[in-house]
């Protein structure tokens, strides 16, 4: 089974950038589109980032875009979200997702078409 393990999390002053890692193993990494969920206690998770299973097509939340990139790189079973200008707003629990979906922006809108999580990597934005 897929298993991935997200990285790069820690403290961050305000106007930071910080990478995240997210590595992938037990079977084909190249078949399943890869996102980026976060959580914040007292809020709704937010899917935040999504990217196609061959890397053509990709979805930012209103959020992030424009801070956020988010790349992969199917040879190294492994996927990026590369975080800038960051906030004190964007502290919270960035998770790893595969799954499907009808497009990227399907996959970041429900958690329905979600089949892998990760186990989670705090990231705090902070003076």
Same mark, same amino acid.
């Given at each position: #089974?897929?298993?991935?393990?997200?990285?790069? @999390?820690?403290?961050?002053?305000?106007? *930071?950038?910080?990478?995240?890692?997210? =590595?992938?193993?037990?079977?084909?990494?190249? %078949?399943?589109?890869?996102?980026?969920?976060?959580?914040?206690? @007292?809020?709704?998770?937010? @899917?935040?980032?999504?990217?196609?299973?061959? *890397?053509?097509?990709? !979805? %930012?939340?209103?959020?992030?875009? *424009?801070?956020?990139?988010?790349?992969?790189?199917? &040879?190294?079973?492994? =996927? %990026?979200? #590369?975080?800038?200008?960051? $906030?004190?707003?964007?502290? $919270?629990? !960035?998770?790893?997702? =595969?799954? *499907?979906?009808?497009?990227? #922006? &399907?996959?970041? &809108?429900?958690?329905?078409?979600?089949?892998?999580? @990760?186990?989670?990597?705090?990231?705090?934005?902070?003076?």
């Amino acid at each position: #089974q897929l298993q991935l393990v997200e990285s790069g @999390g820690g403290l961050v002053q305000p106007g *930071g950038s910080l990478r995240l890692s997210c =590595a992938a193993s037990g079977m084909s990494f190249d %078949y399943y589109a890869i996102g980026w969920f976060r959580l914040v206690p @007292g809020k709704e998770r937010e @899917g935040i980032s999504c990217i196609s299973v061959d *890397g053509e097509s990709t !979805y %930012y939340s209103d959020s992030v875009k *424009g801070r956020f990139s988010i790349s992969r790189d199917n &040879a190294k079973n492994t =996927a %990026y979200l #590369q975080m800038g200008d960051l $906030a004190p707003e964007d502290t $919270a629990n !960035y998770y790893c997702v =595969a799954g *499907g979906g009808d497009s990227v #922006q &399907a996959m970041c &809108a429900s958690e329905s078409f979600l089949e892998v999580w @990760g186990q989670g990597t705090l990231v705090t934005v902070s003076s």
